[in-house]
Nanobody
Framework: QSQLVESGGGLVQPGGSLRLSCEAS????????ITWFRQAPGKEREGVSC????????YYSDSVKGRFIISRDNDKNTVWLQMNSLKSEDTAVYYC????????WGQGTQVTVSS
């Protein structure tokens, strides 16, 4: 079964860090453009960061630029989102997606930033 699985979410204090992982199984991630989205309760889904197949081009939303870092290792079939200097407004469910011949979505991982 082909799927994406996110992990690494949790509860962290403001100013802290988390590293989210997005691991693909059943297909080769290097054929896919990867995007991290997030959705907070009552808010629209927001594109946070994306990375092209080879990793040469990366995008960050203004809300996370300078704090989040996206990376990928195609040999490990995994993409990461390093989140630093977290703020309460970063609280959301974070999803990774793989766009290619077929689109895949993960199940999401909850990130809660609170003191």
């Amino acid at each position: 079964q082909s799927q994406l699985v996110e992990s690494g979410g949790g509860l962290v204090q403001p100013g802290g860090s988390l590293r989210l992982s997005c691991e693909a199984s059943g297909f080769a991630l290097d054929d896919y453009y990867i995007t991290w989205f997030r959705q907070a309760p009552g808010k629209e889904r927001e594109g946070v960061s994306c990375i092209t197949r080879g990793g040469a081009t990366i995008y960050y939303s203004d809300s996370v630029k300078g704090r989040f870092i996206i990376s990928r290792d195609n040999d490990k079939n995994t993409v990461w989102l390093q989140m630093n200097s977290l703020k309460s407004e970063d609280t959301a469910v974070y999803y990774c997606t793989a766009a290619g011949a077929v689109d895949y979505w993960g199940q999401g991982t909850q990130v809660t930033v609170s003191s």
